[in-house]
């Protein structure tokens, strides 16, 4: 698996409206902007191919934590959905991208999802992952 066929996962199996945007011009803009019920925001996509022992590091970059945390200043609705190996999705808050970046514990990842399902996704689960995302 990797990113690009994370999304591709998502498209089919998540109830949102979603674009996967590609924007060369604005660095650190998420990979995807999604819609449901009036409410709408962004999602940044990480992908791991598996565990790291010790800090969970998902690749998020500097200008990503920028971005995210100048939209959450700004009162929109941002989020990082990570995928590791193919047993665990996990929904952060945009706010938190600046303690993602630092490389945290798995105790201290933990502590920060929103959301989380381990193991294979059910379409309850997909709904329950769109309702999260869209509250």
Do not use: T
Not at 78 to 100: E, H, Q, S, T, Y
Request: net charge positive; proline share 3%; charged share 30%.
């Amino acid at each position: 698996m990797s990113e690009n066929n994370f999304w591709v996962l998502l498209r089919v199996s998540l109830k949102l409206k979603m674009y996967r945007v590609e924007n060369r011009v604005a660095q650190g803009m998420p990979d995807v902007h999604y819609l449901k019920n009036g409410k709408s925001g962004w999602i940044e996509l990480k992908y791991m191919p598996n565990w790291n022992p010790r800090r969970v590091s998902i690749g998020l970059r500097k200008n990503q934590v920028f971005w995210l945390k100048e939209y959450d200043e700004n009162k929109g609705r941002c989020w990082i959905l990570v995928r590791i190996g193919r047993d665990f999705i996990g929904l952060i808050d945009g706010k938190n991208a600046d303690k993602l970046f630092k490389r945290p514990s798995k105790k201290d990842f933990y502590e920060m999802l929103s959301w989380s399902k381990r193991g294979n996704m059910k379409n309850e689960d997909w709904q329950d992952l769109a309702n999260n995302i869209a509250c």
